[in-house]
Nanobody, 116 residues
Framework: QVQFVESGGGLVQPGGSLTLSCVAS????????MAWYRQGPGKQRELVAS???????IYADSVKGRFTISRDNAKNTMYLQMNSLRPEDTADYYC??????????WGQGTQVTVSS
């Protein structure tokens, strides 16, 4: 059973920064492509950024140039560095496997609130 534990969220002012972490445990393969997702108030969950085992990244247009996804395969850990945060980035952030094998059970997520 795979488990994802997200952390690092919080309350930040517009223009501020946060770094999220995702630790995967259980029967997780380090070669899986991984991604960060978010679900804002009243919105559907959306993909924010993805990263392959080799480090190839893709970003949603709304976060390009502001967010950076990275991973440490040896530690089964993934990160999301978020800069220049905007109120519209307010959401619960989740990590999960990306790609054609589909999603694994979701973790609890970590809440990010951008507000003055």
């Amino acid at each position: 059973q795979v488990q994802f534990v997200e952390s690092g969220g919080g309350l930040v002012q517009p223009g501020g920064s946060l770094t999220l972490s995702c630790v995967a445990s259980g029967n997780i393969r380090s070669f899986y492509p991984m991604a960060w997702y978010r679900q804002g108030p009243g919105k559907q969950r959306e993909l924010v950024a993805s990263i392959t085992h080799f480090g190839t990244t893709i970003y949603a247009d709304s976060v390009k140039g502001r967010f950076t996804i990275s991973r440490d395969n040896a530690k089964n850990t993934m990160y999301l560095q978020m800069n220049s945060l905007r109120p519209e980035d307010t959401a619960d952030y989740y990590c999960n496997r990306e790609g054609p094998l589909g999603r694994l059970p979701w973790g609890q997520g970590t809440q990010v609130t951008v507000s003055s």
